[in-house]
C-alpha cells in the first residue's frame, strides 16, 4: 500500500483519503501523520482531484485524538516537537489548501481528531458522531491548532467550555455550536460530502483557492505560535504524567 494506515482511492474527481487503524480508533500515530501529509500533498498536485473528503475507517472513529502510547514518554522538548512538526507537516497544509476539503465525521472525533477536522474548511457528521478536546484531562492542552481554530469557529465562550471541560458534546451540539455544517444519517454522510464538492467543482478553481486564502487571513499566527510553545511546556508536569498513566491504565486521574 502507497500510504501506511490509508484508503486512497478517487470517485468522480473527488479523492477520498480514509484513516484506517480501526484496532486504535484511528488513533494518529507518525507514520499515519507522515502519510497524511503525502496523501494531501499528492490529491494538491493531481490536477484531476477537485476536492478531498477525509474520513475514518470502521464504524466506531473518525479519528480518536493523537496516538497517546507515542508520546507517553516525551519532555517538553519533545511535546513542542511533536506539536510543531504535525501543524507544519499536516494540520496546516490542510488548512492552508488551494482545493476544498471536507471532514466526514463518521464517529468519534476527539483531541488531533477533532483537530484534524477543525484543520479542514468544511465538517459533516453523522448522527452518532462524538466531539471533544479531551486533553486536559491527560494534564494537556490542544497542540494541533484546536485552541485557534475551535475559537474561531464557535466563539470564545464555546471553546473556553469544550477545551476547559474536555467534554464530549453530541453531533447536535456540535451543529447548534457551530463546530459542523451538517449533521446527517450514517448512510448520507459520504453523499452528502460528494455533493457539496461537486457543487465546489462546478465554480472557478482559481476564484475557490482565493477564496480560501482570504478566509484563512484572519487568523493570527501569533496564537499558534502560543499553543505550541504551552502544549510543550505541559509534558514536564507531575499532571501530564499522572493523565498519560491513568489513560494506559484504564483509570480515571488524580489530579
Ligand atoms: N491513542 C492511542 N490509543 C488509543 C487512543 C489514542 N488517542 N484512543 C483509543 N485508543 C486505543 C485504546 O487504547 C484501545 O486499545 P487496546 O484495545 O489496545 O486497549 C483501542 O484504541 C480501543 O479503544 P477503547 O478505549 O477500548 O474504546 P472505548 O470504546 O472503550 O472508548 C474512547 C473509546 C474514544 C472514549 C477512548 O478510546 C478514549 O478515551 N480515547 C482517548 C481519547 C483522547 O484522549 N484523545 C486525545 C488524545 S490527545
Known amino acids: ?40 500533498k499528492d490529491a494538491l498536485a493531481e490536477p484531476n482531484v477537485r476536492g478531498i473528503i477525509l474520513t475514518g475507517a470502521g464504524e466506531k472513529a473518525f479519528v480518536a485524538g493523537a496516538d497517546i502510547v507515542e508520546f507517553a514518554t516525551f519532555n517538553a522538548v519533545q511535546g513542542r516537537e511533536l506539536a510543531q512538526e504535525g501543524q507544519t507537516n499536516v494540520f496546516d497544509i490542510i488548512h492552508h489548501a488551494s482545493k476544498p476539503i471536507v471532514a466526514a465525521i463518521n464517529g468519534y472525533a476527539l483531541g488531533g481528531g477533532l483537530e484534524l477536522a477543525l484543520a479542514c474548511h468544511i465538517r459533516l457528521a453523522t448522527t452518532y458522531a462524538k466531539l471533544g478536546l479531551p486533553e486536559v484531562s491527560l494534564g494537556l492542552i490542544p497542540g494541533y491548532g484546536g485552541t485557534q481554530r475551535l475559537t474561531q469557529l464557535v466563539g470564545r465562550g464555546k471553546a473556553m467550555e469544550i477545551i476547559l471541560t474536555g467534554d464530549m458534546i453530541s453531533a447536535d ?26 457543487r465546489i467543482a462546478s465554480r472557478s478553481p482559481n476564484a475557490i483557492a482565493a477564496a480560501i486564502r482570504a ?25 501530564f504524567k499522572e493523565g498519560v498513566s491513568a489513560f494506559l491504565e484504564k483509570r480515571k486521574p488524580n489530579f
Open 1 to 40: 500500500m502507497k500510504y501506511q494506515n490509508l484508503l486512497v482511492h478517487d470517485e468522480s474527481q473527488i479523492r477520498h483519503i480514509v484513516i484506517n487503524r480501526v484496532e486504535k480508533l484511528n488513533a494518529l500515530n507518525k507514520p499515519t501523520l507522515a502519510a497524511l501529509h503525502e496523501a494531501v
Open 173 to 198: 451540539e456540535a451543529l447548534r455550536a457551530g463546530l459542523v455544517n451538517y449533521v446527517v444519517e450514517p448512510a448520507d454522510l459520504l453523499p452528502k460530502a460528494t455533493h457539496m464538492l461537486q
Open 215 to 239: 478566509v484563512n487571513a484572519g487568523l493570527a499566527q501569533h496564537g499558534f505560535e502560543t499553543e505550541i510553545k504551552e502544549f510543550g511546556k505541559c509534558f514536564d508536569t507531575p499532571d
